[in-house]
């Protein structure tokens, strides 16, 4: 059964109230954060849109150009609601507090995993926006440095044998940890030229760890994998990369 984050990780973040909702945010987040932030609108205007994914719903890559952050961009996302609920509310949740919306959610699960050291994307804050009894939201992440989904990079070249195997140790330790990937699938995976991270936590849990799970876990990126290679036929996927993968995961 899924557990609850523990408290410390809840309580170091920061709230600041705005006139719309709430905003949770990790340290050192400048404290001149505003709602406007999480609005494509905002960064357009200031010409800080360096590039967007298009995926169900378009996510955007920003350069906030503030001396806190570098020359770090950012990833801003909107949570969309998925399958047969998206028919009667494309974005909007039932509040029932601002530690269980899906964004600050996700905002804690990634400052735990980031503070553990694993490969996740820095998180950087999350709006929530209240509207009566419901709630819409938004996250900002850190972009991870010359990174490129798992389609992108074997739909042009393929990953040695070593890679697939450190792509199955990767996935083994988030396992262990008892992290919950609630879509884990190729897209939701990035590569550099030294490691592999995993993206999009959006409802993702610290469980318990149980075969069952992982196994169910597993079989949903092997789903995705087939699901690709059907849409693209020279993508470089064969049943040998998966026992690769699989190899490097029962190794971990």
Not at 61 to 73: H, M, R
Not at 110 to 128: C, G
């Amino acid at each position: 059964m899924p557990t609850q984050l523990p408290v410390t990780e809840l309580t170091k973040m920061q709230i600041k109230e705005t006139p719309q909702g709430s905003i949770a945010f990790c340290h050192p987040t400048p404290d001149t954060i505003c709602s406007d932030w999480f609005t494509m609108e905002y960064w357009q205007q200031k010409s800080a849109i360096t590039g967007s994914s298009k995926g169900r719903y378009t996510t955007w890559f920003v350069k906030p150009d503030l001396i806190e952050t570098g020359d770090s961009q950012w990833v801003l996302r909107h949570y969309y609601r998925g399958g047969l609920m998206a028919k009667i509310s494309k974005d909007s949740y039932l509040y029932t507090g601002l530690h269980k919306t899906r964004a600050v959610s996700e905002l804690a699960l990634l400052a735990l995993l980031y503070s553990e050291d694993f490969p996740v994307p820095k998180p950087v804050a999350a709006n929530v926006e209240r509207r009566g009894l419901h709630y819409r939201a938004d996250i900002i992440i850190e972009r991870v440095e010359g990174a490129q989904d798992l389609v992108a990079k074997l739909s042009k070249a393929p990953m040695s044998d070593a890679q697939w195997q450190q792509l199955g140790s990767c996935i083994a330790k988030f396992h262990e940890r008892g992290v919950y990937h609630a879509d884990l699938n190729a897209k939701n995976i990035l590569i550099t030229d030294d490691n592999f991270y995993l993206i999009d936590f959006d409802r993702g849990e610290i469980r318990q760890p149980d075969t069952k799970w992982q196994n169910a876990n597993l079989e949903r990126l092997l789903r995705s994998f087939n699901k690709e290679k059907g849409i693209l036929s020279s993508l470089e996927f064969t049943q040998d990369n998966w026992q690769q993968l699989m190899l490097g995961y029962s190794k971990a």
